[in-house]
């Protein structure tokens, strides 16, 4: 008689396919399992969950591609695209908790219930005791971040991919503050120091105190952590020559702040706002684990809002402490909708609930693994959307070669030039793969791309 199959044992393999949006092949799956299901096996489940059409296969052989349909049942509710206000609306796979907060908090703001800051949200929380991570969440990140050097000084691995990092982090962090400078936009700019043209003033400052801020983790990684000096400083850095006030700048606040589309109302008396700071960072201080302490932050340094502005972006840069200084890949945000995000933190303002926000944190480190992780980068099966649009990423990296264009030049010809031949869904992926590829080009891998050595060295000389 066959082994009869478990529902657990399938619906972990759907929440691992579920952290690909845009679809995976058997080994990226496999590695989010952490090797735990031998191949053919995993091969065997994911065959039946196809015929239960519980998960979609593109390709054939080793170009097979699985993903989720649309929407799914339990215990993962997809919605990688919906229609919002007549346009698709790009989110990521969320449990069945989250979708049920995000739903709530999608509500019509006239319909949702006025709230303040709750100091028992904070004051329940016992380090090491209460965890807003399972254990099996914290297992498996662990599993994917964990990196060659963790024996190593603080900061070892950091250094070693620090170009790649502070392009990533800046560009992505500012991203979901609005900001629309794009991939290679902020790369020249941090590069040298070009800013973009047609760009608002406020945008690349934004982006060079991403930087600022961003070196002063790594190069002081022995030194920084969940202390005054650390986040005062980091708040100083990101919101430099930003603020009304530049007095305000890496100090906690004295005046009310409201923060628009939402019905929270933070507190207001200073006294306050202090003794919450500190007990947030006394209590992440406490927190071992590295995961926890990273999502802990992220979910209360917003909440207390302790500044003005910018506290946002003080807590994504803050989640990356524990990372850098335990040599863990670090948390870049490649490719979270801004959407989810903010739903998320909304979910965490209005009714104290982080499952939400927990799946955003939880993919967003899976794919800033899947950038970092040289296991991960060494991996057989190529990336089922290069396959996909891999005649288009190869003319447009091309031209770009041989028409000597240099980086502001490639910018816009490359957004034109999608915008009339690339389908709106894939449409900032695909941008963002031909800059990287752009980005990675050398005298080791031009050929591929049907290129002359003359062809090349001309263009690196316009390359600015």
């Known amino acids: 008689m066959p082994k009869r199959i478990s529902q657990s044992e399938l619906d972990t393999i759907l929440e691992a396919v579920a952290t690909f949006p845009r679809g995976a092949g058997i080994e990226e799956i496999q590695g989010v399992l952490g090797g735990k299901v031998p191949r053919r096996t995993l091969q065997r489940r994911l065959a039946l969950l196809v015929e239960r059409k519980l998960l979609i296969v593109d390709g054939r052989a080793r170009a097979s591609c699985y993903r989720l349909p649309v929407a799914t049942g339990e215990p993962f509710a997809m919605r990688d695209n919906q229609k919002i206000a007549g346009r698709e609306e790009v989110y990521l796979p969320i449990s069945t908790e989250g979708e049920a907060i995000k739903q709530s908090v999608r509500q019509p703001i006239q319909n949702r219930h006025p709230v303040g800051y709750n100091r028992t949200f904070l004051d329940s929380y016992q380090p090491n005791d209460t965890f807003y991570l399972t254990s099996e969440i914290r297992q498996r990140l662990h599993e994917m971040g964990g990196s060659a050097e963790d024996q190593r000084p603080a900061g070892t691995y950091a250094r070693k991919i620090f170009s790649r990092l502070l392009i990533d982090l800046s560009w992505n962090s500012s991203r979901l503050e609005g900001n629309t400078y794009s991939l290679l936009e902020t790369e020249r700019l941090l590069e040298q120091g070009e800013a973009a043209e047609g760009k608002d003033a406020l945008e690349t400052q934004m982006v060079l105190n991403h930087k600022a801020a961003i070196e002063l983790l790594v190069e002081q990684a022995d030194e920084v952590g969940f202390n005054s000096y650390t986040i005062l400083n980091l708040h100083a850095l990101l919101s430099?020559?930003?603020?009304?006030?530049?007095?305000?700048?890496?100090?906690?606040?004295?005046?009310?702040?409201?923060?628009?589309?939402?019905?929270?109302?933070?507190?207001?008396?200073?006294?306050?706002?202090?003794?919450?700071?500190?007990?947030?960072?006394?209590?992440?201080?406490?927190?071992?684990?590295?995961?926890?302490?990273?999502?802990?932050?992220?979910?209360?340094?917003?909440?207390?809002?302790?500044?003005?502005?910018?506290?946002?972006?003080?807590?994504?840069?803050?989640?990356?402490?524990?990372?850098?200084?335990?040599?863990?890949?670090?948390?870049?945000?490649?490719?979270?909708?801004?959407?989810?995000?903010?739903?998320?933190?909304?979910?965490?303002?209005?009714?104290?609930?982080?499952?939400?926000?927990?799946?955003?944190?939880?993919?967003?480190?899976?794919?800033?693994?899947?950038?970092?992780?040289?296991?991960?980068?060494?991996?057989?099966?190529?990336?089922?959307?290069?396959?996909?649009?891999?005649?288009?990423?190869?003319?447009?990296?091309?031209?770009?070669?041989?028409?000597?264009?240099?980086?502001?030049?490639?910018?816009?010809?490359?957004?034109?030039?999608?915008?009339?031949?690339?389908?709106?869904?894939?449409?900032?992926?695909?941008?963002?793969?031909?800059?990287?590829?752009?980005?990675?080009?050398?005298?080791?891998?031009?050929?591929?791309?049907?290129?002359?050595?003359?062809?090349?060295?001309?263009?690196?000389?316009?390359?600015?």
Not at 360 to 371: E, I, T
Not at 383 to 394: A, E, G, S
């Open 240 to 464: 430099d020559n930003l603020l009304a006030d530049p007095q305000a700048c890496g100090r906690l606040r004295a005046i009310p702040v409201g923060i628009g589309g939402t019905v929270y109302h933070p507190l207001e008396v200073p006294q306050l706002i202090d003794e919450c700071f500190r007990q947030i960072l006394a209590t992440a201080s406490e927190i071992v684990n590295p995961f926890e302490q990273a999502f802990f932050v992220m979910v209360h340094l917003p909440y207390l809002q302790p500044f003005e502005d910018v506290n946002k972006r003080v807590s994504r840069l803050a989640a990356n402490i524990p990372l850098i200084r335990g040599n863990l890949s670090p948390l870049s945000f490649v490719d979270v909708p801004d959407r989810a995000y903010i739903d998320g933190t909304v979910a965490v303002y209005e009714l104290n609930r982080v499952e939400l926000l927990r799946d955003v944190f939880v993919w967003a480190y899976q794919r800033s693994c899947a950038r970092y992780s040289a296991i991960r980068q060494s991996l057989g099966d190529p990336d089922p959307f290069k396959l996909k649009y891999r005649t288009q990423i190869k003319d447009f990296v091309s031209a770009v070669v041989r028409d000597c264009m240099d980086k502001r030049t490639a910018v816009g010809w490359i957004a034109r030039k999608a915008q009339a031949e690339i389908p709106a869904y894939d449409r900032n992926r695909f941008i963002e793969i031909v800059e990287t590829e752009l980005s990675s080009l050398h005298e080791g891998n031009f050929a591929r791309y049907q290129l002359r050595p003359v062809q090349f060295k001309n263009w690196r000389q316009s390359w600015r």
